[in-house]
Nanobody, 126 residues
Framework: QVQLVESGGGLVQAGGSLRLSCAAS????????MGWFRQAPGKEREFVAA????????YYTDSVKGRFTMSRDNVKNTVYLQMNSLKPGDTAVYSC???????????????????WGQGTLVTVSS
């Protein structure tokens, strides 16, 4: 089945940038909606960004709009999360997820994710 492997996490100073990657294997990537979620220490996992496979619409949580950009490469079977102007509050384990669902007006939720990656840690120092 589909497997997801994230990379690109690390330690960065506030104001810096990182690009996360999530490579998929074992499925029909172009028919997968892809999402990024994050879990900060002591907090619940939350939605960050997603791209629906059918209409290519991209969604972002309000706190990252204008700073993060999600994209996908259907040739490389990879999605990316370009994170700019990082803040200490962005510190979290970032996980990518996949779903065969594709809604017209919203991204898929955590409970609708069918496959998860192992996560990659992003630490933003002040």
């Amino acid at each position: 089945q589909v497997q997801l492997v994230e990379s690109g996490g690390g330690l960065v100073q506030a104001g810096g940038s990182l690009r996360l990657s999530c490579a998929a294997s074992g499925g029909t990537f172009r028919h997968l909606s892809m999402g990024w979620f994050r879990q900060a220490p002591g907090k619940e996992r939350e939605f960050v960004a997603a791209i629906n496979w059918s209409n290519k619409t991209t969604y972002y949580t309000d706190s990252v709009k204008g700073r993060f950009t999600m994209s996908r490469d259907n040739v490389k079977n990879t999605v990316y999360l370009q994170m700019n102007s990082l803040k200490p509050g962005d510190t979290a384990v970032y996980s990518c997820a996949a779903s065969t669902l594709s809604y017209s007006g919203r991204p898929f939720g955590q409970r609708e994710a069918e496959v998860w990656g192992q996560g990659t840690l992003v630490t933003v120092s002040s």
